[in-house]
C-alpha cells in the first residue's frame, strides 16, 4: 500500500505561482508512474503531468511552459511548480501514482489539495 499525501495549495492572484508538493510513502524505484491530475467543479478530472520511471516528464498542452514536474529523491516527493496562473488552473489537484505487478497494476490518489486562482 502507497500513502500520497499533498500539500502546498491555496490562493493566489492571477499571474502568481505556487508549488504543489505530494509526500509518497514508498521508494521511487517501485514506483512505475507518478502524476498529477486536477478536477474543476462540473469536469471530468484530467491529467496535468506526469512522470514515468526514467524521469522523463510530459506536460498537458495547456500547462507547457508554465508548469514543472519533478521528483526531488531526497525528500521523497513528487513536485508540481506552477508559475504565470491563470483562473482555468483553479481545481482540486490529485496526486497519482501506481506499481506494476505480474499481471496487473495497482493505482494510488492523494487525498488532493485545492488550488483557487484569483482574477
Known amino acids: 500500500q502507497v500513502r500520497l499525501v499533498e500539500s502546498g495549495g491555496g490562493l493566489v492572484q492571477t499571474g502568481g505561482s505556487l508549488r504543489l508538493s505530494c509526500a509518497i510513502s514508498?521508494?521511487?524505484?517501485?514506483?512505475?508512474?507518478m502524476s498529477w491530475y486536477r478536477q474543476a467543479p462540473g469536469q471530468q478530472r484530467e491529467l496535468v503531468a506526469s512522470?514515468?520511471?526514467?524521469?522523463?516528464?510530459n506536460l498537458a498542452p495547456s500547462v507547457k511552459g508554465r508548469f514543472t514536474i519533478f521528483r526531488d529523491n531526497f525528500k521523497n516527493t513528487l513536485n508540481l511548480q506552477m508559475h504565470n496562473l491563470r483562473p482555468d488552473d483553479t481545481a482540486v489537484y490529485y496526486c497519482y501514482a501506481d506499481q506494476l505487478y505480474l499481471g496487473g497494476k495497482s493505482v494510488y490518489w492523494g487525498q488532493g489539495t485545492q488550488v483557487t486562482v484569483s482574477s
Open positions: 514508498a521508494s521511487f524505484h517501485s514506483i512505475n508512474e
Open positions: 512522470i514515468a520511471s526514467d524521469g522523463k516528464p
